[in-house]
């Protein structure tokens, strides 16, 4: 990555707005993404992040604002914007009767590489993705999670620089996800800028370097997803004796929230005040064995962001649960 | 220019590779081939029993030909008419439409595999036709004419259909007009035509002049005429004639006349078309003919004369044609404009980045 590229954001939306008739999709969306980083974008369901990703992606013309993709306007110059952007989108859609090997070789075509040329980028995205044992079957045979990874082949076929993934991780088994991580973060290496829109926020957690909160149609300022973050927030504190955290807690003044098997949950301000608990804990002598936020920072900001918001929307879709999984 | 070339190559073969699924599609075609076989055989049959001579495979060519253009304008809505509407439904139009590939090279590309499509229709049945072509009497000119108006039918009925699955955005509404639209011309005009003359009619006299039989003396046993030939009084009378001269511009619009319009037509010594595409082109060419509204048939001056039929002023069909004009092409025109404007709406459509959407429908 040369420095000269590291100056123009992959990736600059300001004001950008659509709405279809009466249905305000996106209102306000600003926002930049830097060269070789990962940025997630995170909403409710119906908050517009498809929308937006369609605007990004030339297909759709937003009615104000301004977008540029690598340096390029989606409106004014889509053949630029294309050449420079590959796109996943969340429709699964693929030719049923082509094969998994023709249908890289045709988008490569598609994108005027030659034959040659096709042939072997095919044949390195089919690698890359793990469907080698799938590469000569029509694409109809294929589960959802492989036709989720045909997709993302698809959308590198012309080694873009920018890189739109709408809900890449929906369908794939666990190893699949860390394959994917693993190969977003690689790109991300390579200074290609990846925007990834997912549900999974324990997911982007890891693969994210910054995000993005689009909450019916506008994206969060930053003072007030800082905001967010600063909020009192639960942390799960686990103890091999349960009655002597319980004990501690309450001798230091800590209202403890529920307990279950994973532990009990601890209001806490910030990481200052995380650490000077736990300090205080071990010095108390509670043999502590697991300590941390008890969601992930996106999903923390993210719930905070809907709640105030006061949209019920999609507030409760990522479960608690897949959290904990994707921590292991 | 070549690169636009080579992306809608792609295109296309994405497109047969894609639409054509292989087993349905041989039984299609082979149906095609056996139907047609078997239309020629039963054709050559009866011709066989008239005892009419080789040169009536004119006859069976042409007849061959009209089955193509019904078949393939009955099949080729169905392969068609949910090109681009059908794409987006399964996700797959957007996934092209981020690629390099223009509007104009998805909508064309589909448009010509359709018509490649619709073609082998016409290849199912070369066979057929090659039969009337070695039994002789179809003539290099017929063949020509017929062959390319028949090809340039298939490809407007493909790209009305791939029109109007960019125009519109449920594919099976798309597949039904398409249909709507082939019928309209092939039956409607029919329709139009008939209620339209029916409509217009106006009133005709017919003055007759015929023979007194009854005076003149013997008759001649060569003419069947009296000795001395004696006219009658002339009778007058009124009647209403349908005007099909007024209306028979909506016929030009008929692709199945446009195809017997555009054939040259042969005509055997008595004056009669020795085709079916003449004797369908003798129907658009009858309806010009204009109807007077006085006219006198003067059978007694016409025996005098030596035959008393000349005062009917009959005419063979190949008279008629030499007193009317040919339509097919302002008929071609009319489908080729069709054309153009459904692929060109459906480029417009299907751009990107969209302004609008088609109501109801996902863009992905």
Not at chain 2, 192 to 221: K, N
Not at chain 2, 314 to 332: A, H, I, K, M, Y
Not at chain 2, 336 to 343: E, F, H, I, K, T
Request: aromatic fraction near 6%; hydrophobic fraction near 50%.
């Amino acid at each position: 990555m040369n420095s000269a590229a590291a100056l123009v954001p992959a990736i600059e939306v300001e004001g950008v707005a659509r709405s279809f008739g009466d249905v305000h999709a996106v209102r306000d969306a600003s926002f930049t993404v830097q060269p070789g980083s990962v940025t997630a974008l995170i909403g409710p369901n119906g908050s517009g992040k498809t929308t937006l990703l369609l605007m990004l992606a030339t297909l759709l013309r937003p009615d104000a604002g301004t977008i540029r993709i690598a340096g390029h306007d989606p409106v004014a110059d889509p053949r630029a914007v294309r050449q420079a952007m590959g796109w996943m989108p969340d429709v699964l859609g693929s030719w049923g009767s082509v094969s998994v090997r023709r249908t890289l070789e045709i988008t490569g075509r598609l994108y005027e590489l030659g034959t040659e040329a096709a042939r072997s980028r095919a044949q390195q995205l089919i690698e890359l993705v793990g469907l080698d044992a799938l590469a000569d079957q029509p694409t109809r045979v294929l589960s959802r999670g492989q036709k989720q990874r045909l997709s993302l082949a698809r959308a590198l076929v012309h080694e873009p620089r920018v890189l739109l993934l709408d809900e890449p991780a929906s369908g794939l088994d666990p190893a699949a996800r860390v394959d994917l991580r693993v190969l977003v973060r690689r790109l991300a290496g390579e200074g290609v800028a990846v925007l990834v829109s997912s549900h999974v926020l324990a997911e982007l957690d890891e693969m994210a370097d910054a995000a993005v909160y689009l909450d019916r149609g506008a994206t969060a300022s930053a003072e007030r997803v800082e905001q967010s973050r600063a909020q009192v927030r639960d942390w799960r504190v686990r103890a091999l004796d349960p009655a002597a955290l319980m004990t501690a807690l309450t001798q230091l003044g800590v209202t403890a929230g529920a307990t279950d098997h994973l532990g009990t949950l601890v209001p806490v301000a910030g990481e200052q005040e995380a650490a000077a608990l736990l300090a205080r804990l071990v010095g108390a002598g509670v043999g502590i064995v697991d300590f941390g936020p008890a969601v992930g920072d996106l999903e923390h900001t993210f719930l905070d962001l809907a709640r105030g918001s006061d949209a019920p929307a999609g507030a409760a879709d990522p479960a608690p649960a897949s959290t904990e999984g994707s921590e292991r | 220019m070549n690169r636009y070339v080579d992306t809608l190559g792609t295109i296309v073969r994405l497109e047969l590779q894609q639409r054509i699924r292989s087993t349905a599609w041989v039984v299609l075609v082979s149906v095609v081939f056996v139907l047609v076989g078997v239309v020629t055989a039963l054709l050559w049959a009866s011709l066989a029993a008239f005892g009419t001579a080789a040169r009536d495979s004119a006859g069976v060519y042409s007849t061959i030909i009209f089955f193509v253009l019904l078949v393939g304008t009955l099949v080729t809505p169905a392969i068609s008419g949910a090109a681009i509407n059908g794409d987006r439904e399964a996700g797959t139009l957007a996934t092209t439409q981020v690629t390099l590939a223009s509007a104009s090279q998805i909508v064309l590309g589909k448009f010509l595999a359709a018509w490649t499509v619709a073609l082998t229709f016409l290849v199912a049945s070369l066979p057929a036709l090659l039969f009337t072509l070695i039994a002789g009497g179809v003539r290099g000119d017929t063949l020509a004419a017929s062959l390319g108006v028949l090809v340039l039918e298939l490809g407007v009925v493909a790209a009305v259909g791939v029109g109007l699955s960019g125009l519109i955005s449920r594919p099976l509404f798309s597949v039904v007009t398409t249909y709507l639209v082939v019928a309209a011309l092939s039956i409607g005009t029919l329709i139009a035509f008939t209620l339209g003359g029916l409509a217009v009619q106006t009133q005709t006299t017919q003055t007759t002049i015929g023979i007194d039989y009854s005076v003149g003396g013997e008759f001649d046993p060569n003419t069947g005429l009296p000795e001395e030939i004696v006219c009658l009084e002339p009778m007058s009378y009124t009647y209403t004639t349908p005007r099909f001269d007024r209306v028979w511009g909506i016929l030009a619009a008929n692709p199945y006349i446009v195809l017997a319009d555009a054939a040259p037509t042969t005509f055997d010594r008595n004056g009669y078309p020795q085709d079916l595409f003449g004797q369908i082109a003798l129907g658009v060419r009858t309806a010009q003919l204009p109807v007077e509204s006085e006219s006198v048939i003067d059978e007694c001056a016409a025996a005098k004369a030596g035959d008393p039929m000349l005062g009917y002023g009959f005419e063979t069909p190949e008279q008629v044609f030499e007193r009317t004009v040919p339509s097919w092409f302002v008929g071609l025109v009319i489908h080729l404009v069709l054309a153009a404007a459904a692929l060109a709406g459906a480029i417009a459509r299907t751009r990107t980045p969209a302004g609008s959407l088609p109501t109801g429908s996902r863009i992905a």
